[in-house]
């Protein structure tokens, strides 16, 4: 490989160091916030004071507080990442660019899922040396997760992990031009936990004017909780803890005892007289609305946004893998379309209708030979093929998410290719969504 100079970015908080490369240019742990310790754990996140110097971009950050997630047979660390790397400054994004120059390229910015616990832009499975390859600038974010981002608490603002979301897009908004993108042309995009949070921030206000485009992957237009559903995780979290529900009784524990508590939070019966458990007990966190995202676009940027929107054929393959087998096909099939499925559709139909044909849905049909065949095309399988790295070693063999079997050829340059494109345009390549006809392109 070619040995490049490091090169040097000046943003409004000050210069980055990053690294070069054959694919362009990588800028890593630049914060877009101050350090969520102590009590500011449980605020609004704060501006990033800046710094004097060069500051080094070269190595990773440390991530938010989370635990460690088992899935038996199946390797699934590409996508969860290494865990808790402690570390108080972990609101920070990823920047890989083909140029930190005058450059005005479309920019992508990706929010991680892993269930509102877990997960970091440090996972392998978000390599982005692709996008650069291809014209992209892509942003990766980390934000609060569990306790810290998610627990709704008196005397808190309640979503602090979408407020952080929203913090990096108005860091993408003032700094990205700096490393080669065009702040008119933000395409915001995520997969579970993450797409749940992209289609939140269609419907919120102070979104507006942030990002043009939005493609959501496996999440869900109807997968927050209510105040009561909340309120039932926060009583428990608070009496497990020994404290009162307030944000000033949680900013004395460490986030270790966060950690430490998280089993008692598992599997609570969520399900009221208005609402069913929209994470199926799969975590005992999520958004906290009022309404659902998908019924208040009104009051968002949604009906000046492209989107993009699909889930996997077989979503809910990949949750029954801790119990030691995939099938059978009915309940993962029942599971799938609850998380993913049923708020896909209602996502969909909802922008369709205030857009005025800027909606395109997918669904994604290439089943994984993992777990002899069996984990099909299950929640994650379409991540290395948007990512154009289907082809690595690690996603492959006994325990690999894509099975022993190597992809298709032609099929990650193709998908990739479909995010590039409506990046750029708007234009996946296939009709605009109708909500009477109700047009969905299959890739595989």
């Known amino acids: 490989m070619t040995q490049y100079a490091d090169p040097v970015v000046e943003t409004p908080a000050g210069a980055v160091r990053g690294v070069r490369d054959d694919s362009g240019e990588f800028y890593r742990a630049i914060p877009y916030a101050a350090a969520p310790i102590g009590a500011r754990r449980f605020t609004s996140p704060a501006p990033h004071p800046g710094w004097s110097g060069v500051r080094d971009g070269t190595r990773p950050s440390p991530t938010a507080p989370q635990p460690a997630r088992d899935f038996g047979k199946l390797d699934m660390t590409p996508y969860f990442g290494p865990g808790w790397v402690r570390g108080e400054e972990y609101l920070t994004v990823d920047v890989r660019t083909p140029a930190a120059d005058s450059g005005e390229r479309p920019v992508l910015v990706f929010v991680h899922g892993g269930g509102f616990v877990t997960g970091s832009n440090r996972a392998a499975l978000y390599d982005g040396?692709?996008?650069a390859r291809d014209g992209i600038?892509?942003?990766?974010?980390n934000y609060r997760l569990g306790i810290p981002g998610f627990l709704d608490l008196d005397g808190a603002p309640p979503n602090r992990g979408l407020l952080d979301v929203l913090?990096?897009?108005g860091w993408v908004r003032a700094t990205i031009a700096a490393f080669g993108g065009d702040p008119d042309n933000v395409t915001i995009f995520g997969q579970s936990a993450g797409a749940t949070l992209v289609g939140a921030l269609l419907a919120t206000p102070e979104a507006k004017g942030l990002f043009r485009r939005a493609i959501i992957q496996s999440g869900s237009g109807t997968g927050?909780?209510?105040p009561e559903q909340a309120r039932r995780v926060t009583t428990t979290a608070a009496a497990t803890l020994g404290v009162e529900p307030t944000a000033d009784a949680f900013s004395a524990?460490?986030?270790?005892?966060?950690?430490?508590?998280?089993?008692?939070?598992a599997g609570l019966d969520l399900r009221t007289s208005t609402a069913t458990?929209?994470?199926?007990?799969?975590?005992?966190?999520?958004?906290?609305l009022a309404v659902q995202p998908a019924d208040g676009l009104a009051d968002g940027p949604a009906r000046d946004v492209d989107l993009l929107i699909g889930t996997n054929t077989e979503e809910g393959r990949l949750y029954l893998v801790p119990q030691g087998d995939p099938e059978p096909a009915t309940e993962a099939d029942v599971l799938g379309e609850a998380l993913f499925g049923a708020g896909t559709a209602r996502m969909a139909q909802a922008h369709a209708q205030i857009s005025g044909g800027r909606t395109h849905v997918y669904s994604f049909g290439y089943r994984s030979t993992a777990l002899n065949g069996r984990l099909g095309a299950a929640h994650t399988v379409e991540l290395p093929f948007v990512f154009d790295i289907a082809d690595k070693p690690w996603l492959h063999g006994d325990t690999g998410l894509l099975g022993p079997d190597p992809a298709p050829d032609g099929l990650a340059a193709r998908i990739h290719g479909t995010w590039v494109a409506f990046a750029g345009t708007g234009d996946p390549g296939w009709a605009a969504y109708d909500p009477q006809r109700r047009f969905s392109q299959y890739l595989t």
Do not use: C, K, Q
């Open 277 to 288: 458990d929209p994470l199926a007990g799969l975590s005992p966190f999520s958004l906290v």
């Open 224 to 226: 927050a909780f209510t």
């Open 129 to 131: 040396s692709a996008f």
């Open 137 to 141: 600038v892509l942003v990766t974010v």
């Open 253 to 265: 524990i460490p986030d270790e005892r966060f950690l430490e508590v998280l089993p008692a939070l």
């Open 167 to 169: 913090a990096a897009l």
